[in-house]
Protein backbone atom coordinates (compact mmCIF):
# COMPACT_ATOMS: atom_id res chain seq x y z
CA UNK A 1 0.00 0.00 0.00
CA UNK A 2 1.56 3.05 -0.81
CA UNK A 3 2.00 5.94 1.99
CA UNK A 4 0.02 8.70 2.08
CA UNK A 5 2.68 11.02 1.67
CA UNK A 6 3.51 9.37 -1.38
CA UNK A 7 0.42 9.97 -2.84
CA UNK A 8 -0.15 13.48 -1.99
CA UNK A 9 3.45 13.99 -3.75
CA UNK A 10 2.05 11.86 -6.85
CA UNK A 11 -1.14 13.95 -7.22
CA UNK A 12 0.86 17.43 -7.10
CA UNK A 13 3.13 16.08 -9.65
CA UNK A 14 -0.02 14.99 -11.57
CA UNK A 15 -1.12 18.33 -11.26
CA UNK A 16 2.31 20.58 -12.16
CA UNK A 17 2.57 17.62 -15.14
CA UNK A 18 -0.82 18.83 -16.46
CA UNK A 19 -0.15 22.62 -15.90
CA UNK A 20 3.09 22.47 -17.46
CA UNK A 21 1.18 20.58 -20.79
CA UNK A 22 -1.22 23.46 -20.93
CA UNK A 23 1.30 26.13 -20.11
CA UNK A 24 3.31 24.89 -23.02
CA UNK A 25 0.25 25.02 -25.30
CA UNK A 26 -0.75 28.61 -23.99
CA UNK A 27 2.73 29.66 -24.80
CA UNK A 28 2.75 28.49 -28.61
CA UNK A 29 -0.73 30.61 -29.02
CA UNK A 30 0.93 33.61 -27.50
CA UNK A 31 3.87 33.04 -29.91
CA UNK A 32 1.75 32.59 -32.51
CA UNK A 33 -0.17 35.87 -31.79
CA UNK A 34 2.86 38.02 -30.87
CA UNK A 35 1.77 38.75 -27.36
CA UNK A 36 4.34 39.10 -24.68
CA UNK A 37 3.13 37.83 -21.46
CA UNK A 38 4.40 38.82 -18.44
CA UNK A 39 3.72 37.20 -14.90
CA UNK A 40 3.73 39.55 -11.96
CA UNK A 41 4.70 37.26 -8.80
CA UNK A 42 4.65 39.03 -5.43
CA UNK A 43 3.90 38.65 -1.58
CA UNK A 44 0.16 40.40 -0.95
CA UNK A 45 0.65 44.38 -0.82
CA UNK A 46 3.96 44.40 -2.62
CA UNK A 47 2.25 46.76 -4.50
CA UNK A 48 1.82 44.58 -7.84
CA UNK A 49 -1.66 46.48 -8.73
CA UNK A 50 -0.41 50.07 -8.30
CA UNK A 51 2.65 49.07 -10.42
CA UNK A 52 0.28 47.41 -13.04
CA UNK A 53 -2.57 50.38 -13.44
CA UNK A 54 0.69 52.63 -13.84
CA UNK A 55 2.04 50.27 -16.66
CA UNK A 56 -0.84 49.38 -18.54
CA UNK A 57 -2.04 53.41 -18.64
CA UNK A 58 1.53 54.74 -19.90
CA UNK A 59 1.99 52.37 -22.22
CA UNK A 60 -1.61 53.01 -23.49
CA UNK A 61 -0.49 56.93 -23.84
CA UNK A 62 2.15 55.31 -26.08
CA UNK A 63 -0.03 53.17 -28.36
CA UNK A 64 1.08 50.11 -26.96
CA UNK A 65 -2.18 47.17 -26.80
CA UNK A 66 -1.97 46.00 -23.25
CA UNK A 67 -4.87 44.15 -21.78
CA UNK A 68 -4.40 42.43 -18.11
CA UNK A 69 -5.78 39.30 -15.75
CA UNK A 70 -5.60 39.51 -12.26
CA UNK A 71 -5.95 36.67 -9.85
CA UNK A 72 -7.33 37.04 -6.33
CA UNK A 73 -8.82 34.49 -4.04
CA UNK A 74 -12.01 36.93 -4.11
CA UNK A 75 -13.21 40.09 -5.24
CA UNK A 76 -12.97 42.27 -8.47
CA UNK A 77 -11.33 45.20 -6.70
CA UNK A 78 -7.95 44.96 -8.45
CA UNK A 79 -9.89 44.47 -11.86
CA UNK A 80 -11.52 47.34 -11.38
CA UNK A 81 -8.52 49.77 -10.57
CA UNK A 82 -6.29 48.39 -13.52
CA UNK A 83 -9.77 49.00 -15.50
CA UNK A 84 -8.62 52.68 -15.01
CA UNK A 85 -5.91 52.81 -16.79
CA UNK A 86 -8.57 52.39 -19.78
CA UNK A 87 -7.13 48.55 -20.70
CA UNK A 88 -9.04 45.45 -21.19
CA UNK A 89 -8.46 43.98 -17.70
CA UNK A 90 -10.61 40.65 -16.50
CA UNK A 91 -10.41 39.22 -12.81
CA UNK A 92 -10.13 35.47 -12.02
CA UNK A 93 -11.31 34.45 -8.18
CA UNK A 94 -9.62 31.46 -7.25
CA UNK A 95 -11.44 30.22 -4.50
CA UNK A 96 -9.38 29.79 -1.88
CA UNK A 97 -6.15 28.34 -4.50
CA UNK A 98 -3.19 30.30 -4.11
CA UNK A 99 -1.83 30.70 -7.50
CA UNK A 100 -3.18 31.30 -10.93
CA UNK A 101 -3.14 28.01 -13.14
CA UNK A 102 -2.72 27.68 -16.93
CA UNK A 103 -5.99 26.23 -17.05
CA UNK A 104 -7.45 29.76 -15.67
CA UNK A 105 -5.60 31.86 -17.71
CA UNK A 106 -6.82 30.02 -20.90
CA UNK A 107 -10.38 29.83 -19.85
CA UNK A 108 -10.34 34.06 -18.90
CA UNK A 109 -8.96 34.70 -21.76
CA UNK A 110 -12.55 34.01 -23.47
CA UNK A 111 -12.76 36.03 -26.95
CA UNK A 112 -10.24 38.55 -26.01
CA UNK A 113 -8.24 38.83 -29.96
CA UNK A 114 -4.60 38.02 -28.93
CA UNK A 115 -3.52 38.94 -32.55
CA UNK A 116 -4.73 42.89 -31.68
CA UNK A 117 -2.37 42.75 -27.95
CA UNK A 118 0.83 43.45 -27.66
CA UNK A 119 1.58 43.02 -24.06
CA UNK A 120 -0.50 41.06 -21.83
CA UNK A 121 0.12 41.18 -17.93
CA UNK A 122 -0.95 38.91 -15.47
CA UNK A 123 -0.61 39.78 -11.57
CA UNK A 124 -0.79 36.12 -9.95
CA UNK A 125 -2.03 35.69 -6.57
CA UNK A 126 -0.25 37.53 -3.67
CA UNK A 127 1.87 34.54 -2.25
CA UNK A 128 5.33 33.72 -2.24
CA UNK A 129 5.31 29.96 -2.33
CA UNK A 130 2.70 28.83 -4.76
CA UNK A 131 2.85 31.13 -7.86
CA UNK A 132 6.54 30.05 -8.41
CA UNK A 133 5.43 26.11 -9.56
CA UNK A 134 2.94 26.90 -11.57
CA UNK A 135 4.32 28.01 -15.80
CA UNK A 136 1.58 30.53 -17.28
CA UNK A 137 3.01 30.56 -20.27
CA UNK A 138 4.35 33.41 -19.94
CA UNK A 139 7.36 35.33 -21.36
CA UNK A 140 8.98 36.46 -18.94
CA UNK A 141 8.27 36.20 -15.33
CA UNK A 142 8.88 39.39 -12.85
CA UNK A 143 9.30 38.57 -8.92
CA UNK A 144 8.35 41.85 -6.66
CA UNK A 145 9.60 42.95 -3.21
CA UNK A 146 9.01 45.92 -1.57
CA UNK A 147 11.03 48.04 0.88
CA UNK A 148 8.50 47.36 3.90
CA UNK A 149 8.75 43.39 3.35
CA UNK A 150 12.28 43.29 5.07
CA UNK A 151 16.04 42.67 2.44
CA UNK A 152 16.12 38.83 3.29
CA UNK A 153 12.84 37.65 1.46
CA UNK A 154 14.65 36.70 -1.22
CA UNK A 155 16.47 34.52 0.66
CA UNK A 156 13.21 33.06 2.43
CA UNK A 157 11.54 32.61 -0.48
CA UNK A 158 14.67 31.56 -3.11
CA UNK A 159 11.94 29.46 -6.02
CA UNK A 160 10.07 32.84 -6.13
CA UNK A 161 13.33 34.33 -7.20
CA UNK A 162 15.30 31.94 -9.38
CA UNK A 163 12.14 30.91 -10.73
CA UNK A 164 11.83 34.31 -12.16
CA UNK A 165 13.52 36.32 -14.96
CA UNK A 166 13.55 39.78 -13.38
CA UNK A 167 13.25 41.45 -10.22
CA UNK A 168 11.13 44.84 -9.42
CA UNK A 169 11.81 46.70 -5.54
CA UNK A 170 8.59 48.40 -4.96
CA UNK A 171 7.46 51.80 -3.12
CA UNK A 172 10.96 53.21 -3.15
CA UNK A 173 9.54 56.34 -1.87
CA UNK A 174 9.41 54.89 1.52
CA UNK A 175 13.24 53.38 1.48
CA UNK A 176 14.01 55.63 3.56
CA UNK A 177 11.33 55.99 6.21
CA UNK A 178 11.81 52.05 6.22
CA UNK A 179 15.58 52.20 7.23
CA UNK A 180 15.72 49.74 3.89
CA UNK A 181 18.97 48.38 3.10
CA UNK A 182 19.46 48.37 -0.24
CA UNK A 183 22.71 47.20 -0.54
CA UNK A 184 21.57 43.81 1.52
CA UNK A 185 18.25 43.27 -0.75
CA UNK A 186 20.58 43.78 -3.80
CA UNK A 187 23.06 40.96 -2.13
CA UNK A 188 19.92 38.91 -1.27
CA UNK A 189 18.51 38.70 -4.48
CA UNK A 190 22.19 38.02 -6.20
CA UNK A 191 22.99 35.52 -4.00
CA UNK A 192 19.49 33.04 -4.91
CA UNK A 193 19.69 34.42 -8.57
CA UNK A 194 23.18 35.83 -9.72
CA UNK A 195 22.93 38.03 -12.18
CA UNK A 196 19.09 39.26 -11.90
CA UNK A 197 18.71 42.61 -13.15
CA UNK A 198 16.69 44.38 -10.64
CA UNK A 199 14.25 47.58 -11.42
CA UNK A 200 13.47 50.39 -8.69
CA UNK A 201 10.47 51.67 -8.82
CA UNK A 202 7.57 53.92 -7.14
CA UNK A 203 4.07 53.23 -8.76
CA UNK A 204 2.94 56.39 -6.65
CA UNK A 205 5.74 58.71 -7.78
CA UNK A 206 6.66 57.32 -11.21
CA UNK A 207 10.05 56.84 -10.01
CA UNK A 208 12.05 54.11 -12.42
CA UNK A 209 8.84 53.56 -14.52
CA UNK A 210 11.23 54.37 -17.33
CA UNK A 211 13.67 51.71 -16.57
CA UNK A 212 10.82 49.32 -16.57
CA UNK A 213 9.84 50.18 -19.86
CA UNK A 214 13.13 49.68 -21.48
CA UNK A 215 13.73 46.43 -19.83
CA UNK A 216 10.55 45.46 -20.80
CA UNK A 217 10.94 46.47 -24.52
CA UNK A 218 14.42 44.82 -24.70
CA UNK A 219 13.50 41.80 -23.52
CA UNK A 220 10.03 41.66 -25.97
CA UNK A 221 12.86 42.41 -28.78
CA UNK A 222 14.68 40.05 -27.62
CA UNK A 223 12.06 37.32 -27.57
CA UNK A 224 10.41 38.43 -31.29
CA UNK A 225 13.74 38.13 -32.77
CA UNK A 226 14.01 34.13 -30.92
CA UNK A 227 10.56 33.41 -32.05
CA UNK A 228 11.07 35.33 -35.93
CA UNK A 229 8.08 37.53 -35.01
CA UNK A 230 9.59 40.88 -36.50
CA UNK A 231 7.33 40.10 -39.76
CA UNK A 232 4.23 39.59 -38.12
CA UNK A 233 3.55 41.97 -35.68
CA UNK A 234 5.01 46.15 -34.49
CA UNK A 235 7.88 46.73 -32.44
CA UNK A 236 6.64 47.97 -29.29
CA UNK A 237 6.97 51.83 -29.57
CA UNK A 238 7.62 52.25 -25.68
CA UNK A 239 10.53 54.32 -25.90
CA UNK A 240 8.33 57.03 -27.75
CA UNK A 241 5.53 59.71 -26.70
CA UNK A 242 5.56 61.73 -23.27
CA UNK A 243 5.63 60.05 -19.92
CA UNK A 244 3.64 61.44 -17.68
CA UNK A 245 5.13 63.31 -14.94
CA UNK A 246 5.53 61.53 -11.17
N1 LIG B 1 4.04 54.64 -0.76
C1 LIG B 1 3.71 53.78 -1.72
N2 LIG B 1 2.67 52.96 -1.54
C2 LIG B 1 2.35 52.10 -2.53
C3 LIG B 1 3.08 52.03 -3.76
N3 LIG B 1 2.54 51.06 -4.51
C4 LIG B 1 1.50 50.55 -3.81
N4 LIG B 1 1.38 51.18 -2.62
C5 LIG B 1 0.37 50.92 -1.58
O1 LIG B 1 0.56 49.61 -1.07
C6 LIG B 1 -0.69 48.99 -0.79
C7 LIG B 1 -0.81 47.68 -1.55
O2 LIG B 1 -0.78 47.96 -2.95
P1 LIG B 1 -1.44 46.99 -4.03
O3 LIG B 1 -1.15 47.58 -5.35
O4 LIG B 1 -2.86 46.71 -3.69
O5 LIG B 1 -0.56 45.66 -3.79
P2 LIG B 1 -0.79 44.14 -4.32
O6 LIG B 1 -1.51 43.40 -3.23
O7 LIG B 1 0.60 43.60 -4.51
O8 LIG B 1 -1.54 44.23 -5.60
C8 LIG B 1 -1.76 50.01 -1.18
O9 LIG B 1 -2.15 50.71 -0.03
C9 LIG B 1 -1.04 50.91 -2.15
O10 LIG B 1 -1.57 52.23 -2.20
C10 LIG B 1 4.17 52.94 -3.92
O11 LIG B 1 4.87 52.97 -4.94
N5 LIG B 1 4.44 53.77 -2.87
MG1 LIG C 1 -3.27 43.29 -6.28
Known sequence: ????????VEVRAGILKKNDELARALR???EASGTFVVNLVSSPGTGKTAFLERTL??????????????????????????????????QI???????LEAEMIDS???EWALDDLDVLFIENVGNLVCPASYDLGEALRVAMLSVTEGEDKPLKYPTMF??????????????EACEFDHAAARASIESVRPGMEVVDVSARRGTGMDTWYALLETRRAVWRTQHDLDMIASPLPVTAGAISAP
Open 1 to 8: MTAPTTRI
Open 57 to 90: RELLDRGVRVAALVGDLETDNDAQRLARSGAPAR
Open 162 to 175: NSADVAVITKIDLA
Open 28 to 30: QRF
Open 108 to 110: FLG
Open 93 to 99: NTHGRCH
